[in-house]
Nanobody
């Protein structure tokens, strides 16, 4: 089992950047593929990006490709989401997720964090 804690959210203006972090508990972080999802008010949870166990494979939603970068530091049990050129449409609660399987874009991850709010003003 793994527990996930996100951080790094906040209020920024359009065009700004933010980096989200998600730290995992436990000693088997490399056994988990990781992902970021987001949920805007009144909408369902949406896939943002995923990264494989070693970090060698990544996948992005079309809406963030070229602006967001997912990465992981297995020595620090942490996955990151670097978000550039943010716009109001990126406003959402961002969730970190983990699963032993590689799930490129689906929502069927076993473990979830509590979320961190990102608000982008125009």
């Amino acid at each position: 089992q793994v527990q996930l804690v996100e951080s790094g959210g906040g209020l920024v203006q359009a065009g700004a950047s933010l980096r989200l972090s998600c730290r995992a508990s436990g000693r088997s972080f490399t056994n988990y593929a990781m992902a970021w999802f987001r949920q805007a008010p009144g909408k369902g949870r949406e896939f943002v990006a995923a990264i494989s166990w070693s970090g060698g494979t990544t996948n992005y939603a079309g809406s963030v490709k070229g602006r967001f970068t997912i990465s992981r530091d297995n020595a620090e049990n942490t996955v990151y989401l670097q978000m550039n050129s943010l716009g109001p449409e990126d406003t959402a609660v961002y969730y970190c997720a983990a699963d032993r399987s590689w799930i490129p874009s689906g929502i069927a991850y076993d473990y979830w964090g509590q979320g961190t709010q990102v608000t982008v003003s125009s």
